[in-house]
């Protein structure tokens, strides 16, 4: 079956430290993934978007992509208290260009 | 200001009742999804929309129906068929199918 995973526990990591949550898909065939970030009781946003092997950084967040070995992971350098959430992987993994999303990893930053 | 409205953002099913939940949208989006969300899980895809008039079963969508009768329109309507309906659910839509989604404030669905 095809699925995206994110199998680590909660992560707790303290103020200023990074943060490293990974994420594997099923599918090679996948050719879009992102990163979503979602607080309690609140709907997803999207903070990183990648789609070609390599790092992407924006800010504080830096996506990487390896697709032979099917996997993106996310870096949150120097995390804020404010980052605690819990984070969703997503891909394209179904070939038509359909997301599907993890279970989502939670991180707690303790200041 | 552009963006996805759900409404209502609670809402309450009497057994046996089918309830609707609404999303509109006006980003001139032509794809929309409707996303189910139970408590530390990921979302999993219902139905979703890639033009009007037309709309695909997602991975589960037993009790559940929708129309997409105009573009910015999508509601869902969860029927007494589904027998676990209490959930977070997510509305969402992207300019095309595949790129990234824009989400609505979401509906908590409970049952009395």
């Known amino acids: 079956q095809k699925e995206v995973e994110q199998n680590s526990g909660p992560l707790s990591v303290p103020e200023g430290a990074i943060a490293s949550l990974n994420c594997t898909y099923s599918?090679?065939?996948?050719?879009?993934f992102f990163w979503y970030r979602q607080y309690s009781g609140k709907s997803p946003e999207l903070i990183m978007s990648?789609?070609?092997?390599g790092d992407k950084e924006d800010g504080r967040f830096t996506a990487q992509l390896n697709k032979a070995s099917q996997y993106v992971s996310l870096l949150i350098r120097d995390s804020q208290p404010s980052d605690s959430a819990t984070y969703l992987c997503?891909?394209?993994?179904?070939?038509?260009?359909?997301?599907?999303f993890g279970k989502g990893n939670q991180v707690v930053v303790i200041p | 200001d552009g963006g996805i409205t759900q409404s209502p953002k609670y809402l309450f099913r009497k057994e046996g009742q089918n309830v609707t939940l609404s999303c509109e949208q006006n980003?001139?989006?032509?794809?929309m999804y409707w996303y189910r969300q139970d408590p530390g899980q990921g979302l999993r895809l219902i139905y979703y929309?890639?033009?009007?008039?037309?709309?695909q079963k997602g991975d589960i969508a037993e009790g559940y129906s929708v129309s997409r009768e105009k573009k910015e329109s999508f509601p869902l309507t969860v029927t007494s068929a589904q027998k676990n309906p209490t959930a977070f659910y997510l509305c969402?839509?992207?300019?095309?199918?595949?790129?990234?989604?824009?989400f609505g404030s979401g509906t908590q669905l409970s049952v009395l």
């Open positions: 997503a891909a394209d993994i179904y070939g038509n260009n359909r997301l599907a």
């Open positions: 599918d090679r065939v996948s050719q879009s």
């Open positions: 980003l001139n989006h032509d794809a």
């Open positions: 929309s890639q033009i009007v008039n037309d709309f």
């Open positions: 990648i789609y070609s092997n």
């Open positions: 969402a839509s992207s300019p095309r199918t595949g790129e990234k989604l824009f």
